[in-house]
């Protein structure tokens, strides 16, 4: 058998036994010694496919310690569209929300242009945070018309901002934007538990409803407790 095929099957199997709860946050995997006689296959292998779990975020490895199995990631498809409930309900775990900021005023120029929006126009300014299991995941910050949330409660901005649209016969279809990376405001880090300026991956999108009209800018930060797992084919020369 070849060794990738292998090396790909072990990496399945102890993906399997950290899903299961088998394996649970911090346990301690066996030694490379161990996994190799318990597989009877080479330490070359078994350590090539630790390197791939820990690529993958699954375990980590502490020199003179060991590799230890790390709270399991929520997959994000770079192409999928949902909220972060459903995301997070998806991977078995338990959403909620807290929210941050809850704030109307008026949009600034570029704003404004990409919500094709007057400047008379007041918008809605939304700060939550998603959590996990009790654990903070995403820092969620939504600039959107007012238009669209007349009379909305501080109680619903605690579900999905999808579901209250679509309540308003107002329904996301698509996103366009684009991946960035930028450091932790004070107010963002506290609240996700993070040290002051401390790198993330900041998803900016303005979503669209049905008809193509723009209803919302998001800027969506995300922890290293999120992935976006991406398949890439090399084109034919």
């Known amino acids: 058998m070849q060794k990738g095929k292998v090396s790909n099957e072990i990496i399945q199997d102890i993906i399997g036994k950290i899903q299961s709860e088998e394996w649970r946050e911090g346990h301690k995997l066996p ?11 080479s330490r ?19 020199h003179g310690k060991g590799s230890f ?10 192409d999928d569209l949902m909220s972060v409930d459903e995301l997070i309900k998806m991977t078995n775990l338990e959403p909620s929300t807290k929210v941050a900021r809850f704030d109307v005023g008026m949009a600034d ?17 939304i700060d939550r945070v998603k959590y996990a299991n009790d654990r903070a995941v995403v820092y969620d910050s939504v600039t959107i018309p007012s238009k669209y ?3 909305v409660s501080m109680e619903e901005l605690n579900g999905s901002l999808f579901h209250i649209l679509d309540s308003n ?8 934007g684009k991946v960035l990376v930028r450091l932790a405001s004070k107010e963002i880090s506290k609240a996700l538990n993070l040290s002051e300026n401390a790198p993330l991956l900041v998803l ?3 979503m669209y409803d049905s008809s193509n009209n723009p209803v919302m800018l998001v800027h969506d930060y995300h922890t290293d407790k999120i992935q976006f797992p991406i398949r890439r084919t090399r084109r034919e020369l």
């Open 69 to 78: 199995v790390l709270s399991m990631p929520i997959n994000y498809g770079i």
């Open 149 to 151: 949330l007349s009379q």
């Open 109 to 125: 120029e570029g704003v404004r242009g990409l919500l094709k929006i007057s400047k008379f126009e007041p918008v809605y300014y």
């Open 31 to 41: 030694s490379e010694t161990a996994l190799a006689e318990g597989y009877g296959i």
């Open 204 to 206: 900016e999108t303005v």
């Open 169 to 176: 016969d107002i329904h996301i279809q698509t996103a366009v």
């Open 44 to 62: 070359n292998t078994v350590r090539e496919a630790l390197q791939e779990l820990i690529v993958r975020g699954y375990i980590k490895r502490i």
